[in-house]
């Protein structure tokens, strides 16, 4: 009976250190496994470079094609209009005749005055026809010079400290490809409270050779200010903890979460003024979630083999 009882103790020990065994030498294989997994897949990463640029805030405006002389005739006493001698569209000089005004006073009788131009141009308005009365100070021609054009835009009040005299522009009309070099004459120092705009008015930077504008024509003017040096990368690549801002980047081979200061938004891109520098390698995404700290493998570029950075955690 002792010798039964002592083969069951020895068959149920050798069972049980049997099992034992097969599961330590099982979670050693599966803890291999497991770990070599980990340290073959590393999160891939696609990065660019923090670059150093120049950097610039681009406004828009509508902008009106104008004369910039533009003189109004008017009666300078009482009478009808007798003849109009410059018809619309005739060019003219300086005191050239343009119409004629005749007194119709019935106690005296006085000679027919004759209205002069005050400068070259083209008579592009006619306010009377023969036979109209008029009386002194009404307007009767518009006279402007084609030759000398103007451009006039409204800036509001928030870029009115970006415009200066000087500045350069670029005038763009409807329908056309063609791009005309301006440069800003002078802007008002006031806001219009009713529009909150202030005027502004830009000349042809090169008048020689240019084909002008047709009067009239309302087109787009196009300015570049706040002109720096500075680095401005893809909002995608902006990671937020609560609302503080990060950039994920990568040392050594390894993800780094960056605190940054954003600056001004524009066209899916925003302005880092402080917390990266020129050359810094930038993690725009990823093909997992990367944690800070963690290996990563940085997916070349297009036409490069692939490459693991050196230095492994």
Do not use: H, W
Request: hydrophobic share 40%.
């Amino acid at each position: 009976m002792m010798r039964f009882k002592c083969l069951s103790r020895f068959f149920v020990t050798s069972a049980v250190t049997s099992a034992v065994t097969s599961a330590v030498l099982l979670g050693g294989l599966f803890f291999g496994f497991t770990t070599q997994a980990a340290v073959e897949k590393k999160p891939v990463v696609f990065t660019t470079k923090a670059q150093l640029s120049e950097l610039a805030e681009n406004l828009a405006y509508p902008a009106r094609v104008e004369p910039r002389i533009r003189a109004s005739v008017v009666a300078e006493t009482d009478g009808v209009v007798s003849k109009i001698i410059a018809p619309l569209g005739s060019s003219v000089r300086a005191k050239a005749p343009l119409l004629v005004i005749r007194n119709t006073d019935p106690v005296y009788n006085f000679a027919p005055m004759s209205v002069s131009s005050t400068v070259d141009g083209v008579v592009s308005k006619v306010e009377v026809t023969e036979g109209s009365r008029v009386q002194r100070g009404d307007k009767l021609l518009l006279v402007t010079d084609p030759e000398q054009v103007r451009v006039a835009v409204e800036v509001t009040s928030l870029d009115v400290g970006f415009i200066k005299t000087g500045l350069s522009a670029e005038l763009r009309l409807p329908g056309s490809d063609r791009v005309l070099a301006l440069k800003v004459k002078g802007i008002s120092p006031f806001v219009d409270p009713a529009t909150g705009t202030a005027s502004c008015e830009l000349e042809l930077a090169n008048k020689k050779g240019n084909v002008l504008p047709p009067l009239g024509v309302i087109g787009r003017v196009y300015f570049r200010v706040n002109i720096r040096k500075g680095i401005s990368i893809s909002d995608s690549a902006i990671t937020y903890r609560g609302k503080d801002p990060y950039v994920r980047t990568v040392v050594e081979g390894k993800a780094k979460l960056v605190p940054v200061v954003l600056g001004r938004k524009e066209a899916g891109f925003v302005e880092i003024t402080k917390g990266l520098k020129d050359g810094d390698q930038i993690i725009e995404r990823s093909s997992a979630f990367v944690a800070d700290g963690e290996a990563v493998e940085v997916q070349a570029k297009e036409g490069e083999a692939s490459k693991t950075n050196p230095g492994k955690g």
